[in-house]
């Protein structure tokens, strides 16, 4: 019977654990909208926004993102659900973006729970059964990266129960049923950064393409754009191969490149890590006659873009991603239409070592 | 001499869920004296050596070694106090070799810390002479040397601890006559030194050439103490199975038409390595045929070969006439012989089985349906049947076979074989650590099964049994045939002679 | 002494190993149902026996390897491998449905039986051996897909998300299989005979059972199931991709040891590996529905296994003493 006993305990204490995990979450917003409730009122009693005594935060929070919400006219408590990656230090900013539109629709006016869950890899099949189990927990609206075509049987299922889906940051290969995607133009940045290097480049100069993962769609869109580019205007393309995203991989292919090709004139990232590909480039000495042109500007990436090693980011607005698709769910859970479908594709900053320092002052 | 009490235990008592192993046990040993423990299997010797040893904890009761209580006692404990164990079942090592077993946990050590390999085999080798061992290389892997030299080597470990007290069980029950012999001497000797020994067997005659002292269990009781100088076989048979006993077992019949006899098995040349070279013989039907020689002649080999169980060099194999090509013991199964292996633990038994499941598993088809699935309930009774015909003392059927006693547990491999009707059946040292009431039952079984048409092949170490049970015996000496003797012809003289390779005297009677 | 038929009683089912994994089960069930007001919805219940289906077929085979004393570390790519075969040879190859399911199992078959000859033939290590032959096939499946996904539509594709009624195929599928290992595991020669190597090797082979033929099947069994596992979950997604099956090996292995079969061998039950499955599987539904970050969930899945296997090894220790 002891070992019974034993291992009841156990589960016990483990389930009690976890099932305190997640009401902790749960409880933080709430306790927000509380505060901001009581505030709000005080504010409207003395008529204007300055407090009488009680410190708190008193202010609404500001509009940080790309569209403006709607006030909740439905009377009831929306859920929303993000799905959402975390690979490598790109995400954070996503992330970012997610909580601060959590915080930004908890307030009373618009009335909304946003729960994020994070994945530490590409599954396919771990966000299709968090998409069905979403589905069972009733969310009115689902935000997910769209890592793998075998997402898309999920995405039609939740469709199919009345919750719309929204995209961010990678879009499946295959037709699915999402409202819309929020992300970039992958396939027109591949084509811009390979029109970038290439004019850095000159016709019949040699480059190495570093993609992310070949079943990743959105790495592919970007990779045959550039291509494309790249092609077209005479460039060599002398290899091309996966890092998965890993910097200590990218680091590693560079130095390969290096050794294969001595006359390497440029190599291009299409995903995360290109901070590895800028070590081996600076290690060997040869910033200036290789020019690396990638995507995103992660904290890694920004020293080597002020020395110069990165010639060339496209940005693709994470912040954006991780808020947007939420609030035009939101949006249009409440009006029961949808603001924007098909592709909502985010701002294509270009960040080179000139501008560097104006958004990311040292 | 003022004789001195060197472990005593009082009233000690020690329960088992559902059993009382012991009950209310109290023994004074004295320093330097060989004491015999004897009694049935069940009766409690095994659970008092592990006592005794640290393994166990008493249930109640108290022990004390060298005038100190000890409380909580562990093997290891006990290894420091001086006291060693030598176990029936054999607790080496098989992957390491003999030296690194003997010296397990203290191998010697140079000035750096690392293990001094010269010294080792030194030592090992010196201690392996000790025990009769000296053709062994102390590089030698225990799983390379047969049950009985490995046995020879716990001992040597024992040796090699330098204990005040020794406890052998059944030491020999894998040895020859003479190597229990070279045993009883090393005994004296370490007698002589001051060592106590308690020893426990189920060889009678040894206990009365080799002990000072004698305790008698049965049924978790001590029933009476004697002075060995005034007991004889009978008197000590008589305590361990209460009831009036006569010696030796002889069965009502022996073969003795060989002239008109039919042959059921035969082998010719048969090469197994090393270990059996050019060995003829025939089985004819309804015989009990002896297998006999010193360790390592190659008896279980030629078994095993025969069965298919390894592989061989040559040798062919007509079985009532028609030649056979055994090369599995799947083979040899479906030609209607058995085989039950020496060293049960090793070799046949199924510790995580059942007993019901270690009786079934070969005849197996016997309680399927037609569509090859399980009849339990047909098990069950086929299991009990076989069980309660060997009369296999278990609680129930689905108790765990390791909780049995050695005998029991041997009972129920040879009713695993008895179950697949078998036409031959090869034992290999069928009574190995197994009590006499047990063992004559054994004996009744085997005879029973040659009257209902059985041909036996039996493999033993055991001159008693050879010799009283046997309608022919082969006697094998480094891995030959050195002689055949009919019933008449086997006595003790002849067999060792033959044993060791020497001629029989012309004028044999 | 009086001998009771004990077969089936209450008393030994409650002594077996997989009742104290019972137990936790049922306990785990009990506080998800407070703990989530959405556990016990039938949507998610199917969702859970449909997410354990794909372990759940799998660990019939990895227990029946793991109960002779092997192990099998391939199973996550051979369903990689089967997905995207499926997945090819109905779309690039365009072949028929019956044609498709028989050639996917048989390479599954296949791939078994080059596991189980090296085992026993060569008499390598089985860690070692289906180490390798895991590298092999991922390679396989990345020269089969050049690392990009296929899409499939086909007949087949109803073994993974068909619904009889309220219940996925899936899961029926895998009840199938639980049923029909469970059978052939205690009721059969053969099934006898793979507890009896994992028993005790030499004592098999002296009794009369082909051990390396044994052996040899049990591998072939657990390719087949991979096989049909990765049919059911190419039908599931409409998709196979590389990355397919990733892990699979980690989650079948806990859910067999914590069901109750040893590492050693020789015990253990079929019917042990479903509660096993049921274990990890409600323990990660649990994860999203209280809202449990990714990170947490490995480490959680960690400490149920050494829990479990500290309780086995107590038990064991506690039965030989």
Not at chain 2, 104 to 127: A, C, F, H, M, T
Not at chain 2, 451 to 461: E, F, P, T
Not at chain 3, 241 to 265: K, R
Request: glycine share 10%.
């Amino acid at each position: 019977m002891k070992k019974v006993l034993a291992l009841l305990l156990a589960l016990t204490m483990l389930m009690g654990t976890l099932a305190g995990c997640g009401s902790a979450q749960e409880n933080a917003p709430a306790n927000d909208s509380q505060t901001n409730t009581e505030d709000n009122s005080a504010a409207g009693d003395t008529g204007d926004t300055g407090n009488t005594g009680d410190a708190a935060p008193a202010d609404e929070i500001e509009n940080t993102f790309n569209y403006e919400a709607v006030e909740n006219t439905t009377g009831e408590e929306i859920r929303i659900a993000v799905l959402t990656t975390q690979t490598n230090a790109f995400w954070v900013d996503v992330c970012k973006g997610t909580e601060d539109v959590t915080k930004f629709l908890a307030q009373p006016q618009y009335n909304c729970t946003v729960d994020m869950q994070t994945f530490d890899n590409f599954d396919g099949q771990a966000i299709s059964e968090a998409i069905d189990t979403c589905i069972t927990m009733e969310y009115d609206a689902i935000c997910t990266v769209g890592v793998a075509d075998s997402i898309a049987t999920s995405i039609s299922k939740a469709v199919a129960a009345g919750i719309p889906v929204y995209l961010f940051n990678s879009n499946t290969g295959v037709e699915n049923e999402a409202t819309a995607f929020v992300g970039q133009d992958l396939y027109g940045a591949g084509e811009k950064l390979g029109g970038i290097l290439a004019d850095m480049v000159g016709e019949g100069g040699k480059v190495g393409i570093i993609t992310g993962l070949y079943s990743v769609n959105a790495h592919e869109l970007r990779r045959t754009g550039a291509e494309k580019a790249l092609t077209d205007a005479g460039v060599e393309i002398v290899a091309t191969a996966e890092n998965h995203d890993s910097s200590d991989e990218a680091y590693s292919l560079t130095k390969d490149l290096i050794t294969a090709n001595p006359d390497l004139k440029g190599v291009l990232v299409t995903a995360g890590g290109p901070e590895g590909a800028a070590r081996a480039i600076e290690e060997a000495g040869l910033q200036d006659q290789i020019s690396l042109v990638c995507f995103d500007t992660t904290a890694e990436m920004l020293p080597y873009i002020r020395e110069g090693v990165i010639k060339c980011t496209l940005g693709q607005d994470p912040y954006g991603q991780g808020s947007d698709p939420v609030i035009l769910a939101y949006n249009e859970i409440v009006t029961g239409e949808a603001a924007v479908t098909g592709d909502a594709f985010t701002e294509m900053t270009e960040y080179t070592p000139d501008n560097i320092n104006e958004y990311f002052p040292e | 001499m003022e004789q001195q009490i060197i472990y005593s235990i009082q009233h000690v008592t020690k329960e088992f869920p559902g059993v009382k192993a012991l009950s209310d046990i109290s023994i004074d040993v004295r320093r330097g004296e060989i004491l015999a423990v004897v009694g049935e299997n069940g009766a409690g010797k095994s659970t008092l050596m592990n006592i005794l040893s640290g393994a166990y904890a008493p249930t109640s009761g108290t022990i004390t070694f060298e005038g100190q209580e000890l409380t909580s006692l562990t093997p290891e404990r006990a290894q420091h106090l001086g006291i060693a164990m030598i176990h029936q079942e054999l607790s080496l090592s098989n992957a390491l070799n003999l030296a690194e077993n003997i010296f397990e946990g203290r191998l010697p050590k140079n000035s750096i810390g690392l293990v001094d390999r010269r010294k080792l085999y030194q030592e090992s080798k010196r201690l392996l002479e000790e025990v009769g061992l000296p053709n062994l290389d102390p590089r030698t892997l225990v799983r390379d040397i047969n049950v009985s030299q490995q046995q020879m080597v716990e001992i040597a470990k024992a040796l090699s601890l330098n204990a005040k007290f020794l406890i052998l069980d059944e030491p020999t029950s894998s040895l020859t006559v003479s190597e229990a012999e070279y045993l009883h001497e090393i005994m004296r000797r370490l007698k002589s030194k001051g060592i106590t020994m308690l020893y426990i067997s189920h060889k009678l005659d040894e206990i009365l050439a080799i002990s000072d002292r004698i305790v008698v269990f049965r049924d978790g009781r001590l029933i009476t103490t004697m002075e060995t100088a005034a007991t004889q076989i009978n008197d000590m048979v008589s305590s361990m199975v209460g009831r009036e006993y006569s010696a030796g077992y002889t069965r009502a019949h022996y073969k003795n038409d060989y002239a008109t006899a039919e042959p059921i098995l035969k082998v010719s040349n048969l090469n197994v390595g090393k270990k059996v070279k050019n060995v003829d013989f025939t089985l004819y039907k309804g015989e009990l045929l002896g297998i006999t020689g010193l360790v390592g002649a190659g008896r279980s080999e030629v078994l095993q070969a025969v069965f298919g169980a390894d592989p061989r060099q040559s040798g062919e194999i007509e079985i009532e006439g028609q030649k056979c090509r055994i090369r599995h013991p799947s083979d040899a199964i479906a030609r209607g012989l058995a085989l039950v292996p020496e060293g049960r633990k090793l070799q046949s038994l199924f510790l995580k089985f059942s007993v019901k499941e270690n009786i079934t598993l070969v005849a197996m088809k016997q309680v399927l349906n037609r569509c090859g699935l399980l009849k339990p309930r047909k098990e069950y009774e086929f299991a009990d049947s076989f069980s309660k015909r060997l009369r296999v003392k278990t609680p129930s059927l689905d108790q765990k076979i390791v909780n049995l006693s050695g005998g029991n547990q041997q009972k129920a491999v040879i009713a695993r074989w008895l179950a697949n009707q078998p036409k031959i059946l090869f034992l290999d040292e069928p009574t190995q650590g197994i009590d006499i009431g047990a063992k004559n039952e054994i004996y009744e079984i085997i005879d029973e099964m040659i009257r209902q048409g059985a041909s036996v092949i039996m493999v033993s170490s055991e001159m008693q049994e050879t010799i009283s049970l046997c309608d022919r015996v082969l006697v094998m000496y480094e891995g030959e045939i050195s002689g055949e003797l009919y019933h008449k012809d086997a006595t003790e003289k002849n067999i060792v002679t033959l044993m060791s390779g020497q001629a029989l005297p012309v004028s044999a009677s | 002494m009086k001998s009771k038929q004990e077969f089936g009683g209450l008393r030994a089912f409650t002594k077996r190993s997989e009742f104290s994994v019972l137990i936790g089960l049922m306990v785990i069930f009990i506080v998800m149902s407070f703990a989530s007001p959405y556990f016990l919805k039938l949507n998610n219940i199917m969702n859970v026996l449909q997410q354990i289906s794909r372990y759940g077929i799998i660990s019939v085979g990895m227990a029946l390897i793991m109960i002779t004393g092997g192990i099998d570390l391939s199973v996550g790519y051979t369903v990689a491998l089967s997905a995207c075969m499926a997945a090819h040879l109905t779309t690039n190859v365009k072949m028929a449905w019956p044609a498709v399911f028989l050639v996917v199992l048989l390479m599954g078959a296949v791939i078994g039986l080059v596991n189980g000859l090296l085992v026993t033939k060569v008499k390598l290590w089985p860690f070692i051996v289906t180490l390798a032959t895991s590298k092999i096939i991922s390679g396989c499946v990345l020269l089969l897909t050049s690392g990009m996904p296929i899409h499939i539509e086909s007949p087949l594709c109803w073994l993974g998300s068909g619904y009889v009624g309220p219940v996925p195929v899936s899961v029926i599928m895998m009840f199938l299989v639980i049923i029909g290992g469970s059978i052939f595991a205690s009721m059969t020669q053969t099934g006898r005979n793979i507890y009896a190597i994992g028993n005790n090797e030499r004592a098999a082979a002296l009794s009369g059972i082909r051990v390396e033929r044994t052996k040899t099947l049990v591998y072939v069994i657990c390719g087949i199931l991979c096989a049909f596992c990765g049919i059911v979950v190419a039908g599931n997604l409409n998709s196979a991709d590389a990355g397919l099956g990733a892990g699979y090996e980690t989650d079948v292995i806990a859910a067999v040891v914590i069901g109750g079969v040893s590492m050693s061998g020789g015990e253990g039950s079929i019917w042990g590996a479903l509660i096993g499955a049921m274990i990890i599987g409600i323990l990660k539904n649990a994860f999203i529905l209280l809202k449990v970050s990714s990170y947490w969930q490995s480490v959680v899945i960690g400490l149920v296994i050494i829990a479990a296997v500290t309780i086995d090894r107590i038990r064991t220790v506690r039965k030989a003493k």
